[in-house]
């Protein structure tokens, strides 16, 4: 079954975007001070809305791009929930409910102290089950760009589907863009699989743990620059030290990052993604948009959970 918000819009100048990706329930659990191992430790404890793909959508829309719309697969026990929460961020999703699968996941153990470092215990559920038959040319109709998040390639049958996406979108003529997502999970999979899996593309988005990972280098510049000789833009996230922007095997932009008091880090790469792209689909060029991505990073951490704020709070 495939849930699917449409409503009446006028043509956006810029297109829309497209995004393919996970959509979870994140459970934020804030703890001051370490894990106490066999006994209690003090938390506060949110039911939020999250996964990647879903968080770079609500970005995107949060941050200008009117015309979002989200490819995700979810268990029935949750799908009602999202889909609400989807569409009062101003995203148009596309929901596949799985007929097996509960919604994907994520318990995320936040520090309370100055650094809000965050560790992440996933289930994936229905997220990672996405699959070609989900797909239909027709959701690139009036696409200006497509972004795949990279936890699709963490699974055969949404490995299946990436490939799909892609060809589809060469076909058209449309950009992608990729997100590696984790750097935990790119170890399992391997990097060479990765950057196989990922060639052709035309922006890669990795944090600088990924891109130092993918590169097999300590330094995130030199990685960035690297990994541009494979794929022609490239957008490293650095957090607290910004973002770098390389092309044609050199870094040829460093972005400052926004000033933050960090909460929660949770999210933050996503709203980093999610502006990046809704700025290049209004046209601004790629160092630009990188300035508005660290601008809702640093606002993203200064929140609680992964999503910006809705029509509901």
């Not at 939020?48 to 793909?53: D, F, R």
């Not at 809704?278 to 046209?283: Q, T």
Request: hydrophobic fraction near 50%; aromatic fraction near 4%; charged fraction near 20%.
């Amino acid at each position: 079954m495939v849930r699917e918000v449409t409503t009446a819009r006028e043509a956006v100048p810029g297109g829309a975007l497209l995004v393919v990706g996970d959509v979870v329930t994140d459970v934020v659990a804030r703890h001051r001070g370490p894990l106490a191992a066999g006994t209690d430790t003090a938390a506060v404890i949110r039911t939020l809305p999250g996964g990647a793909g879903a968080n770079v959508a609500c970005w995107a829309a949060h941050t200008g791009c009117a015309d979002v719309r989200l490819l995700g697969r979810v268990g029935a026990d949750a799908a009602e929930w999202h889909e609400r929460e989807l569409v009062a961020a101003g995203v148009r999703p596309r929901l596949v409910v799985d007929p097996e699968a509960a919604t994907g996941t994520v318990v995320c153990l936040v520090d309370g102290g100055a650094s809000a470092e965050r560790t992440f215990l996933t289930d994936s559920g229905a997220s990672l089950r996405l699959e070609p038959a989900d797909w239909s040319d027709t959701l690139l109709d009036g696409v200006a760009r497509l972004h795949l998040s990279g936890y699709l390639l963490f699974s055969a049958p949404s490995r299946a589907l990436v490939a799909v996406t892609l060809a589809a979108a060469r076909a058209r003529g449309v950009p992608v863009s990729v997100d590696p997502a984790s750097a935990g999970f790119l170890v399992t999979l391997g990097v060479d699989r990765f950057l196989a899996l990922v060639e052709g593309v035309d922006v890669l988005l990795p944090s600088r743990d990924e891109a130092c990972l993918l590169t097999g280098l300590p330094d995130p510049a030199d990685a960035a620059a690297k990994l541009s000789r494979q794929v022609p833009l490239v957008v490293a996230k650095a957090g607290a030290e910004g973002a770098l922007v390389a092309r044609a095997g050199g870094v040829v932009a460093r972005i400052p990052a926004a000033p933050a008091a960090p909460r929660d880090t949770t999210g933050a790469g996503d709203a980093f993604t999610g502006a990046f792209l809704a700025a290049l689909v209004a046209g601004a060029d790629a160092e630009e948009a990188a300035a508005r991505g660290c601008r809702a990073g640093a606002r993203a951490v200064g929140r609680v959970g992964a999503r910006p704020p809705t029509t509901h709070g």
